[in-house]
């Protein structure tokens, strides 16, 4: 049994790493089911978020900056969806990603600019500090508290994707949108409140993890592609199939880490690798058509 | 009447854009007619995991320069500093090509990754530009791939691990004890982690294990936990950039108090970290708290310009500029193979340190102090700088700085015919 609690452990650890992926997927995954754009900025609005939370913090506290700096960004979310990313919804897929690099681009330049290239100190709050003892199982308690907050945000979003009015209708934009459109409903509002709560999840998971991780402007670029694996394995469109995927990618991380710590990274892409072999439109993929 | 005012705005603009192009274009040649400015050109990487150090380095580049043009140029010639970044080894070997080919530079100083560095060497090599590495570290850059045209102003792999090397033996940690590590994956970590392992078990350490770490990984907390399974009496960090930073903070999230030191490492580091997750011991090159006039000089002048605080990879391209430039005034040439010879005689140049250093014929490497800093306890840190405190100069004042170099038998560079 004493062996098993490192296994354990990593496979616990794995999960929790599973989650700051799962934040940014999710966003990713809606953003690609309704609107077709594959957003390569979506790093960037969690590095924002980061960012927002090391100068809130000061002045509203850490659990000030863990709500408000999500909002901030979902409002430059809407201002980019309103003004950029709409024009692009029907345009051959390549502009839209560009368009979203050359966002990326921007708003890492800025972040340089306004802050400067080194990583700036933040620590986590001292009311989180501190390890939880089970047994021979040690874990750090400010990650557990990060798993909570994940699991209410996965959660809510379920909530609102299949109990509300508004979550009708984006499943149902996802499915047909010319039977929605032909409904007489537009679709242009849902995909800014979409764009709103997928950015808005990147910047929690970007607040969350600036007290564990540098905070620098390439932040971004460091974790958008494990969220991009975790979408390519769970499969487009779907949402379970993102929250398995990041459950099975943290796992995979855990036990690789385990048994052969070199290949810790490179396991996810393996998995990857064999998934797209047995499944090409992921675990729980989706046909996937976008609207106009 | 729309669709005229937006063609004739157009056009407007056009014109505009012509006219300034026109203009940019025409002043140069004007101001630089009477005497050829000496242009310099300084890469260094941007972005990425490297990228928040080589922003001090191209500041502080822009510094010298700036400080040298104001006190009447080189030989009364203007100094030109061209900027390029160099996100990986492929386009640090363009750019550099592209530097000496088209913009006729008479040096290249910068970079701060090993594997670039190695690239570069190729370029200046074939192409006879001096070539003074600012920031890469590797070993093998100063062994078996040393070029005739490539300086080190950046210590090496073994300076840095005997110069923290002798803290750690002083305080225990090494003969008869556990030690465990942790290497970045490319070719500075694994150069590092040769070379620790070599100093390591020459003064009786046992490897606990090592641990690749990828460039890009954010999250260590796979490593803590095998970390905190292998009990070692000390954990060595092979790491770069911001990898150490998120080491940092975590090994502390974590709760895990076997002592750290690292065998390399940047103080921007250690402030990205702070006050209460920076800790252990670490060698470094340079500091801001080293008390002579000239770092104190350095220190005010960087503060005035960039109004945040130098570190050590700042220090290495800001001297590197100066040492160009003394080199060329002392040989009155811009001849790359004469300034070479003059290094090569064994030239004294002022790096801000108590003693003078000097390039080592044998290999390229400057010659000179280094220190150990440790962090301190969080209640004697009184700003978010000042978070460490430094060992005197290694090797002291009676020593050879040849004392922690690597010698022929760890690390021999022959050159092959220039």
Same mark, same amino acid.
């Given at each position: 049994?004493?062996?098993?609690?490192?296994?354990?452990?990593?496979?616990?650890?794995?999960?929790?790493?599973?989650?700051?992926?799962?934040?940014?997927?999710?966003?990713?995954?809606?953003?690609?089911?309704?609107?077709?754009?594959?957003?390569?900025?979506?790093?960037?609005?969690?590095?924002?978020?980061?960012?927002?939370?090391?100068?809130?913090?000061?002045?509203?506290?850490?659990?000030?900056?863990?709500v408000?700096?999500?909002?901030?960004?979902?409002?430059?979310?809407?201002?980019v969806?309103?003004?950029l990313?709409?024009? %692009?919804?029907?345009?051959?897929?390549?502009?839209?990603?560009?368009?979203?690099?050359?966002?990326?681009?921007?708003?890492?330049?800025?972040?340089?600019?306004?802050?400067?290239?080194?990583?700036?100190?933040?620590?986590?709050?001292?009311a989180?500090?501190?390890?939880?003892?089970?047994?021979?199982?040690?874990?750090?308690?400010y990650?557990?508290?990060?798993?909570g907050?994940?699991?209410?945000?996965?959660?809510?979003?379920?909530?609102?994707?299949?109990?509300t009015?508004?979550?009708?209708?984006?499943r149902?934009?996802v499915?047909?949108?010319?039977?929605?459109?032909?409904?007489?409903?537009?679709?242009?509002?849902?995909?800014?409140?979409?764009?709103?709560?997928?950015?808005g999840?990147?910047?929690?998971?970007?607040?969350?993890?600036?007290?564990?991780?540098?905070?620098?402007?390439?932040?971004?670029?460091?974790?958008?592609?494990?969220?991009?694996?975790?979408?390519?394995?769970?499969?487009?469109?779907? %949402?379970?199939?993102?929250?398995?995927?990041?459950?099975?990618?943290g796992?995979?991380?855990?036990?690789?880490?385990?048994?052969?710590?070199?290949?810790?990274?490179?396991?996810?892409?393996?998995?990857?690798?064999?998934?797209?072999?047995?499944?090409?439109r992921?675990?729980?993929?989706?046909?996937?058509?976008?609207?106009? | 009447?729309?669709?005229?005012?937006?063609?004739?705005r157009r056009?407007?603009?056009?014109?505009?854009?012509?006219?300034?192009?026109?203009?940019?274009?025409?002043?140069?040649?004007?101001?630089y007619?009477?005497?050829?400015?000496?242009?310099?050109?300084?890469?260094?990487?941007?972005t990425?995991?490297?990228?928040?150090?080589?922003?001090?380095?191209?500041?502080?580049?822009?510094?010298?320069?700036?400080?040298?043009?104001?006190?009447?140029?080189?030989?009364?010639?203007?100094?030109?500093?061209?900027?390029?970044?160099?996100?990986?080894?492929?386009?640090?070997?363009?750019?550099?090509?592209?530097?000496?080919?088209?913009?006729?530079?008479?040096a290249?100083?910068?970079?701060?990754?090993?594997?670039?560095?190695?690239?570069?060497?190729?370029?200046?090599?074939?192409?006879?530009v001096?070539?003074?590495?600012?920031?890469?570290n590797?070993?093998?850059?100063?062994?078996?791939?040393?070029?005739?045209?490539?300086?080190?102003?950046?210590?090496?792999?073994?300076m840095?691990?005997?110069?923290?090397?002798?803290?750690?033996?002083?305080?225990?940690?090494?003969?008869?004890?556990?030690?465990?590590?942790?290497?970045?994956?490319?070719?500075?970590?694994?150069?590092?982690?040769?070379?620790?392992?070599?100093?390591?078990?020459?003064?009786?350490g046992?490897?606990?294990?090592d641990?690749?770490?990828p460039?890009?990984?954010?999250?260590?907390?796979?490593?803590?936990?095998?970390?905190?399974?292998?009990?070692? &009496?000390?954990?060595?960090?092979?790491?770069?950039?911001?990898q150490?930073?998120?080491?940092?903070?975590?090994?502390?999230?974590?709760?895990?108090?076997f002592?750290?030191?690292?065998?390399?490492?940047?103080?921007?580091?250690?402030?990205?970290?702070?006050?209460?997750?920076?800790?252990?011991t670490?060698?470094?090159?340079?500091?801001?708290?080293?008390?002579?006039?000239?770092?104190?000089?350095?220190?005010t002048?960087?503060?005035?310009?960039?109004?945040?605080?130098?570190?050590?990879?700042?220090?290495?391209?800001?001297?590197s500029?100066?040492?160009?430039?003394?080199?060329?005034?002392?040989?009155?040439?811009? &001849?790359?193979?004469?300034?070479?010879?003059h290094?090569?005689?064994?030239?004294?140049?002022?790096l801000?340190?108590?003693?003078?250093g000097? %390039?080592r014929?044998?290999?390229?490497? *400057?010659?000179?102090? *280094?220190?150990?800093?440790?962090?301190?306890?969080?209640?004697?840190?009184?700003?978010?700088?000042?978070? %460490?405190?430094?060992?005197?100069?290694?090797p002291?004042?009676?020593?050879?700085?040849?004392?922690?170099?690597?010698?022929d038998?760890?690390?021999?560079?022959?050159?092959?015919s220039?």
């Open positions: 049994m004493p062996d098993l609690i490192p296994l354990l452990s990593q496979i616990l650890n794995g999960l929790l790493a599973g989650s700051y992926y799962l934040m940014i997927a999710l966003g990713l995954s809606m953003i690609f089911s309704l609107g077709g754009i594959v957003n390569l900025a979506h790093g960037a609005f969690y590095a924002i978020g980061a960012y927002l939370a090391v100068t809130l913090a000061d002045r509203i506290g850490f659990g000030g900056a863990l408000v700096s999500p909002l901030i960004v979902a409002v430059i979310g809407m201002i969806e309103r003004f990313l709409r024009r %692009f919804y029907t345009a051959d897929p390549i502009l839209g990603l560009l368009l979203t690099f050359g966002l990326a681009m921007v708003a890492e330049q800025t972040l340089r600019i306004l802050y400067g290239a080194a990583p700036i100190p933040f620590s986590i709050p001292q989180l500090r501190g390890q939880v003892f089970l047994g021979d199982f040690v874990y750090s308690r990650r557990l508290v990060t798993l907050i994940t699991a209410l945000a996965v959660l809510g979003l379920w909530i609102l994707l299949t109990k009015a508004f979550g009708k209708v984006v149902a934009g499915q047909n949108p010319d039977m929605v459109g032909a409904l007489g409903i537009s679709l242009k509002p849902y995909m800014t409140a979409v764009v709103m709560i997928g950015v999840l990147a910047a929690l998971a970007g607040v969350l993890i600036a007290p564990i991780a540098g905070v620098h402007p390439a932040m971004g670029q460091e974790i958008i592609t494990f969220a991009f694996v975790v979408v390519v394995i769970g499969g487009l469109g779907s %949402f379970w199939g993102v929250v398995a995927a990041a459950a099975i990618v796992m995979t991380r855990g036990v690789a880490a385990h048994f052969y710590p070199a290949a810790t990274e490179a396991s996810v892409y393996l998995l990857m690798v064999l998934v797209l072999l047995t499944r090409p992921g675990l729980f993929g989706e046909r996937i058509q976008k609207f106009e | 009447m729309p669709l005229d005012t937006s063609l004739s056009t407007l603009i056009k014109a505009t854009a012509g006219a300034t192009a026109l203009g940019t274009l025409g002043a140069p040649a004007i101001s007619a009477q005497a050829e400015a000496i242009k310099i050109g300084h890469i260094t990487p941007r990425g995991f490297l990228g928040p150090l080589g922003e001090y380095a191209a500041q502080a580049a822009q510094l010298a320069a700036e400080e040298i043009n104001a006190s009447g140029g080189i030989m009364g010639r203007k100094l030109e500093l061209i900027l390029d970044d160099s996100p990986n080894p492929q386009q640090a070997s363009a750019k550099a090509e592209r530097l000496v080919q088209r913009d006729k530079i008479v290249l100083l910068g970079e701060i990754s090993s594997a670039s560095a190695l690239a570069i060497a190729q370029v200046v090599q074939r192409e006879k001096l070539f003074i590495n600012t920031g890469a590797s070993d093998a850059l100063r062994g078996s791939d040393c070029q005739k045209f490539m300086f080190h102003i950046e210590a090496q792999n073994s840095y691990v005997k110069a923290v090397g002798r803290s750690l033996i002083r305080d225990g940690l090494v003969t008869g004890k556990k030690w465990y590590s942790l290497t970045a994956d490319y070719a500075f970590g694994h150069d590092l982690l040769n070379v620790a392992k070599r100093y390591m078990a020459a003064n009786g046992n490897h606990a294990g641990d690749l770490i460039t890009d990984l954010a999250d260590f907390s796979p490593f803590l936990l095998k970390i905190r399974q292998a009990r070692p &009496d000390v954990v060595c960090l092979n790491l770069a950039g911001t150490i930073t998120n080491f940092l903070k975590q090994y502390v999230e974590f709760g895990l108090t002592p750290v030191a690292g065998f390399g490492f940047d103080t921007a580091l250690a402030w990205g970290a702070g006050k209460g997750n920076f800790g252990g670490w060698p470094v090159v340079w500091h801001h708290l080293i008390d002579t006039p000239g770092s104190k000089a350095f220190v002048g960087f503060q005035k310009k960039w109004n945040r605080m130098p570190e050590n990879q700042a220090w290495g391209d800001y001297c500029m100066k040492v160009v430039a003394q080199a060329i005034t002392e040989t009155k040439s811009t &001849d790359p193979m004469k300034i070479v010879e290094f090569e005689k064994g030239a004294k140049f002022d801000l340190k108590t003693r003078e000097y %390039f014929a044998k290999d390229h490497q *400057m010659m000179m102090e *280094m220190y150990a800093i440790t962090a301190l306890p969080a209640a004697q840190i009184k700003n978010q700088y000042d978070i %460490f405190s430094s060992s005197p100069p290694v002291a004042a009676n020593e050879s700085l040849e004392v922690i170099a690597a010698t038998d760890e690390n021999k560079c022959t050159f092959r220039a």
